[in-house]
T-cell receptor, first 113, second 112 residues
C-alpha cells in the first residue's frame, strides 16, 4: 500500500523557472492538500481540494497553482519560481469522513537559487 | 490568521525521563492533533483529540484537549532513543482531516 507518493524527492530550480510537484494517493481519499514547511514555522497550508474538480486556497497560496482532474492526483505548479519558495513541500490526503486522520507524503525538498 | 504557539522549541531528553510539551492558540479548535516527524519523512499522526477535556493515551504518549479548546499538551513517559524527532501540534476546525493549523514544532534531542 503506497499511501501518498510525492515526486521528485529533491529539486533545484533557478529563479523564474517553472515546475510541477507531483502527488498521488491510492487510498481513494476525497481530501488532498499541499503544505510547505519552513524552519520554526511548522507546516502552512498552500492549497487544498475537497474532491475532483474542486480546489481552494489555503493560508499561503501566492505563487502556486493546483488542479484536481482525478481523485488520485493533486499536482502543485510553480509558474515562476522565487527564492522565497525554497522549502520542503508536503502533500497530504484524508478520506473526509469525520475523525479521519491526515496522511502525509515524504515531502519534496525544493531549492530555488 | 490563527496561530499556534508550541513550547518548548527544543528539548534534550535522557533515556527513561518523562517529557512534556504544549500548544496554545489564540482561537478555539474542534480537534487537536499531535504528529511526529522523523528526518526525511512526512509527519505521522500520534494522537487525535476530539472533545474538550478529553485525555487520550497511545502507549507511552498521553495528550489532553484543553477545556477552553485553546490548548493541548503531550506527555511522553519513560523516553527512549527513538523518541527523538520533531513533534507538531495541529488544530482543526472542520469535521474532516483537512485545513490544519500547525504549531512551530518541538525538536526532541538526546542529551550528549
Amino acid at each position: 500500500n503506497a499511501g501518498v507518493t510525492q515526486t521528485p524527492k529533491f529539486q533545484v530550480l533557478k529563479t523564474g523557472q517553472s515546475m510541477t510537484l507531483q502527488c498521488a494517493q491510492d487510498m481513494n481519499h476525497e481530501y488532498m492538500s499541499w503544505y510547505r514547511q519552513d524552519p520554526g514555522m511548522g507546516l502552512r497550508l498552500i492549497h487544498y481540494s475537497v474532491g475532483a474538480g474542486i480546489t481552494d486556497q489555503g493560508e499561503v497560496p501566492n505563487g502556486y497553482n493546483v488542479s484536481r482532474s482525478t481523485t488520485e492526483d493533486f499536482p502543485l505548479r510553480l509558474l515562476s519560481a522565487a527564492p522565497s519558495q525554497t522549502s520542503v513541500y508536503f502533500c497530504a490526503s484524508s478520506s473526509g469522513l469525520s475523525n479521519s486522520p491526515l496522511h502525509f507524503g515524504n515531502g519534496t525538498r525544493l531549492t530555488v537559487t | 490568521g490563527q496561530q499556534l504557539n508550541q513550547s518548548p522549541q527544543s528539548m534534550f531528553i535522557q533515556e527513561g525521563e518523562d517529557v512534556s510539551m504544549n500548544c496554545t492558540s489564540s482561537s478555539i479548535f474542534n480537534t487537536w492533533l499531535w504528529y511526529k516527524q522523523d528526518p526525511g519523512e512526512g509527519p505521522v499522526l500520534l494522537i487525535a483529540l476530539y472533545k474538550a477535556g478529553e485525555l487520550t493515551s497511545n502507549g507511552r504518549l498521553t495528550a489532553q484537549f484543553g477545556i477552553t479548546r485553546k490548548d493541548s499538551f503531550l506527555n511522553i513517559s519513560a523516553s527512549i532513543p527513538s523518541d527523538v524527532g520533531i513533534y507538531f501540534c495541529a488544530g482543526q476546525l472542520g469535521a474532516a482531516g483537512n485545513k490544519l493549523t500547525f504549531g512551530g514544532g518541538t525538536r526532541v534531542l538526546v542529551k550528549p
